[in-house]
């Protein structure tokens, strides 16, 4: 019996073993899966009721690492440097405490500008004019001493990013994107997603919990104002939940704010990560711009999410708490369970999207357990070459 | 059957039911509670069988935050400046290592003298001549290197007020507070008891733990040696308990030592924190002087509590292990389990003492109840308006 | 019924007590104690099937405190200098972001040169040719960001201690521990084991868990990719297990490598502390130069290990997670459970070697718990005098 549908190379199959498991385990998920080694495709596979193989839906935070290829691009062209102060390229920036912040710094969730305080985002001030959001965020002084803390940038990390793009380049971080990363790759991911593309959109779910996890999520005490703050920093249709802000509502999706509007598919997802990679056919930047944007710059509790955290400019890294890679892979979870990244030290990258959402708040344990496998069978087959 | 007496205004009703539920449930407790909203009067309740609506009582560590109003009115008036090195206004401080540490750095608990060592303040060098205990902190090493760590100076953190207070003013932190701050205002709250009033004072009990506390106690680790020294690093006539140097002692609540000395009500303390608040009649700083003292400036591990903190200037900040109030609201709580803060976002200004002292190291879980539910009902009241 | 053999000085004879119950409460259990105060012997005692007071033994990571008295020995004659930059010494190493690290950060495992990577040591770049590994970490861009993180540096400290000391005299460290620090002091405890003593030496066992453990250890996420290179980086015989860089290579004892490959006695680990105290008959190095390696340069959470740590320069501090001694003390534990420090407040030094291996990762409850306990027999034996 054929559970998941694609294809594998031989050396991957225990990964097509454990996807399947996951399958027959839980008769509601679905997922789609792809694994490229140097380019070429290992695993592409789908499977469940819901998401098929040409499925395209949103990803949440997943979209913040596919932004970070933007930042990439225009770092290996010279426009923008991490080192050099956000003053430099955003003048407006540099006041009430902010002057000394430079853009490795805001990108790795330290400058404390996770949310506007006091008041809110407008909904266009996150959408399509996100310049005015950036206008107010510039002007405000830092939740914490710049220094003290990093904290998860959920939604601001993305206004913050495009803003820099649109300083240096003149045009927008979606632009920039889809003429110059998307395009010549034809991948199928999207920062702005067309219209016409629309019959093939799976909408995302609410959030799935087991009773296990109900019982946890009743224990826990109530939400610190720091992250309730920066989770509900957005005026949207729908504020009590983050539908408002999903790619559900078209008017998200057609945009694809930095930080949270991606819509594609895994496939679509490894692609653009294989370009991130020594190995790459197509280079988005050298091997030096992702190595310098994949050294770890945040470590510690994470002031917002209230966990063990590490990033890289914008890229979430593995660590204890979410071992998916080697050393010096980079990529980014999302909210409903997505994950992508790029692994140099065994050439892989990885593309997983399921449905429905398991776990709020990051990749799931699916998700980590399909990327560890993954590496096993890169390397099993690098040692028995 | 009236439980608990005083006055609640009708959209902070709900306040008074918790208020009442926990009154209810454990004959042995009573508090007091006070809640000003704009500096009028929401919630003022007093109820249990110990605690009256004019009673004084010590409240540990609460006192910190009203010795930090303290610094408020002094950095308003231009004497003192968070980002100055300490030495600039204490030259014998500028020695060991501690040549840069700035009053931000020491006030947030950074500077590595949360306790004399080797050695021991003489009981006077922590009362009546605190600033001997201050100049032989003054030319010890840190405890850590400055930048490397944060860490609860319990005891120590006053003595360093009082003597920037003193190197500034030439009086003592208690007389300028008495002066300028209390006075003026008439609050119920002393740092340096007067003998008349010692009718009205309630003795602090004993740590009272339930049994599961008494069994979390026991399975412990035992405490490290910079914790042990931090809390018996006063040479007080009982050392093995808190109790020589805690206000039940006359000689402590009669010099009111900025760290752990003072003593009042909590209309007392909620009606100090409403001039803290950009709302105030008779305000002890600006909102600007406020804001930056509110500033997080240490987070994460505490080295002397082992647990996750949040400190700006002086004030414990809320936080996910104690998430008392909004973005931008700034406080102490205290071992006995009193609370009190200023709250920005909501024209909140609170004060709470519980008796017997139910948690010893901080705020109970009533308090954060009681503090979220009155947030609660200022903003359901402001939506509603 | 003699359980332990050796000398107790009466005033600690409650450590007798406790070693003994260890030693009844598990047959296999065997272990050698040796406490000196002042220099002068307080307990010195073996027990159980195993260890007997003659045996000399591999320490793992116990080593680093004894190469740390190396680099004390050499900072106290003006060779070395904890905050100078490490490229003054070592020009090649201040490269690829490395410029600015100190020594005093590289040797509080702060500058993210915690493996080689890409890449693995081959087995002489970590024995005989370590001048080969430094050579090939120096030109490494760091694992994070300097000043972003610290984490153990499991086996390049080694190498890199060796390193500077071969800079700033020229010679091995284990030639300068030999003749310096060993032979004046004939103690028990050797970095090179001299093949005519290898008579004496008690085979390492692999690790032994409980039942409990082992479920523990099942339950347990897969390990970080950061902390596996870090534990796998060198290309020993066995490296599926640490018993190639185990000391029960006979290689590896020869060498001795700075991290880990020390061998020798309870007695002589604490004979060795006990003149890095300020009472030391015949000081390794001045009081100063010791209390400046163990103030605290690092504290929260260890990258590598995943748990909260606390370190000075080299020295592994106490600290919540392992309460063992005094503020200001300072020592080294190892993977198979020894324990060895000196405490200035107490003038104790301390030596602990139990086997077989218990806890993998560092010193077991029983190392802790007899620590403590003649620390509180010194403490009262004072008080009584």
New interface residues.
């Given amino acids: 019996m054929t559970i998941a549908t694609g294809h594998v190379a031989d050396e991957f199959e225990p990964v097509r073993q454990l996807f399947e498991d996951f399958l027959v385990a839980e008769p509601e998920y679905s997922a789609q899966l792809a694994v490229l080694r140097n380019g070429e495709t290992a695993v592409e596979l789908a499977g469940g009721p819901t998401l098929a193989a040409d499925s395209l839906t949103g990803v949440y935070s997943v979209s913040k690492g596919v932004s970070a290829l933007v930042i990439a691009y225009l770092i290996e062209r010279g426009m923008l440097a991490l080192d050099r102060r956000v003053a430099h390229y955003w003048p407006e920036f540099g006041t009430a405490?902010k002057e000394n912040v430079t853009v490795?710094d805001l990108l790795s969730h330290r400058a404390g500008l996770a949310?506007l305080?006091?008041g809110t985002f407008a909904f266009d001030e996150f959408l399509e004019h996100s310049e005015q959001g950036a206008a107010r965020l510039a002007t405000q002084?830092?939740?914490?001493?710049p220094g003290?803390?990093f904290g998860y940038h959920a939604l601001t990390i993305g206004i913050l990013m495009e803003e820099l793009v649109r300083r240096v380049t003149g045009r927008t971080l979606q632009d920039v994107y889809d003429t110059e990363i998307r395009g010549p790759r034809d991948a199928e991911f999207y920062l702005g997603f067309p219209e016409n593309l629309d019959d093939r959109y799976v909408p995302l779910s609410p959030p799935v919990l087991t009773e296990q996890q109900q019982r946890e999520a009743a224990a826990r005490?109530?939400?610190?104002?720091?992250?309730q703050?920066v989770f509900t920093n957005v005026d949207a249709p729908d504020d009590l939940s983050d539908h408002g802000i999903s790619t559900n509502n078209p008017r998200v999706r057609r945009v694809g704010p930095a930080a949270i509007g991606g819509v594609g598919s895994a496939r679509g997802l490894a692609r653009l990560y294989a370009d991130a990679l020594p190995s790459a056919g197509r280079p988005i930047a050298s091997e030096a711009v992702f190595?310098d944007m994949a050294?770890?710059?945040?470590?510690?509790?994470d002031?917002v999410l209230?966990v063990?955290n590490?990033f890289g400019a914008v890229f979430l890294l593995?660590?204890?708490?979410m071992?998916y890679?080697?050393?010096?892979?980079f990529g980014h979870d999302g909210a409903a369970g997505a994950l992508a990244f790029a692994d140099p030290?065994t050439g892989i990258s990885f593309g997983y999207i399921p449905w429905p959402r398991q776990h709020p708040g990051g990749a799931d344990h699916r998700s980590v357990a399909l990327a560890?496998l993954a590496r096993e069978c890169a390397l099993a087959d690098e040692a028995s070459a």
């Avoid at 050294?295 to 509790?301: E, V």
């Avoid at 593995?318 to 708490?321: C, D």
């Avoid at 890679?325 to 892979?329: D, R």
């Fill in positions: 405490g490795g949310a305080n006091p002084p830092p939740l914490w001493l003290s803390a005490p109530p939400m610190d104002a720091l992250a703050t190595r050294i770890q710059r945040s470590w510690g509790h002031r209230d063990t590490s593995p660590q204890p708490r071992p890679a080697g050393l010096g892979a030290s560890r």
